[in-house]
């Protein structure tokens, strides 16, 4: 699906889905600047835009229809025999978590950024892209009066999704330190396994763009006017600050882990202890009745009119004693 808008320099919405074979004529207009979504589009539809409208470089169409593992910022400059204008190609990752299954879920998004268009590639539909969308398209406070004002409203609006994931991330964190305490059973350690795993994930995810954005919060590409750093470098502190929570994340399912091993090493020693504690109390019960069920000839006891009684009392006078003994060492 291909969603296409052309702005003008206040920031107005001059037309929306444009035909394919009249961009070309609102990209020479240096009054107004054209962005193009593309969602899920077929490959006829990103083989028209990108190869044969904005003629950008293979390398960087190839990056964008394959999915990125890592985000990354490349800058373009032609040269001879390109037909092509300088822009700036970047891999930029949304994050999703769902406490459903406890997995972060990662969207690509691709931004072509030139001196009087944008162009995103994603493969999913996107909450920021859709908010940026309707903003610009209502002339919220001017978002749309260049194509470096809705790059950085993009990444702004993405960085600013984090925050639910976190949330969702926080109370299932809580969540397994009252399982950590109350139930250290195996469902337990692969709960806070699995979470430590994801929060690895998320840190991958937002160290790479972090890297990125601090291109950008240093002024290093021309595409991005002056005046424009300082909001690129705000994104960029809050994607730290983000990745800082994610830090106190792991450091908080480390602490849980160690609760989780603490608590399952006392229940284990519980019930050691307790199985002990047993055979020991009970030991002097099988000394006796050992000692007199050994049924020999020459035994004079198995003639004792009294020795029934006798055996009884001395199993139950050293089994009290022995509990008594143990009882007074504090050792349960």
Known sequence: MIRSFAFTTQGKLHTKDIEPFLMPTLLADTNLFLWVDLEKPAPEETREVLEMIFHFHPLSIEDCVKASPSPKVEEYSPKEGDMFTPYLFMVIHAVDYSRKDGRFATSELNFFLGKNFLV??????LRSVTIVEERACNGMVNIARAPDRVAHSLLDNLVANYKPALDELSMEIAELEQLALQKPNKDTLNKILQIKKEVLHLRQIIGPQREVLS?????????VRPHLVPYFRDVYDSLHHIGEIAQGYTD?????????LNMSSNQTGEVVKLLTLITVITTP???????????????????SKH??????????????????????????
């Open 252 to 260: 908080s399912l480390t602490g849980i882990l160690q609760v989780y």
């Open 285 to 303: 019960l099988m000394m006796v009745g050992t000692w007199y069920g050994m049924n020999f000839e020459g035994m004079h006891e198995l003639h």
């Open 307 to 332: 020795g029934y009684i006798i055996a009884t009392v001395a199993m139950l006078v050293s089994t009290a004693a022995t509990y008594l003994y143990f009882k007074k060492k504090h050792w349960f």
């Open 120 to 125: 995103t590639f994603h493969e999913e539909p």
């Open 215 to 223: 291109r950008f919060a240093q002024g290093e590409f021309k595409l």
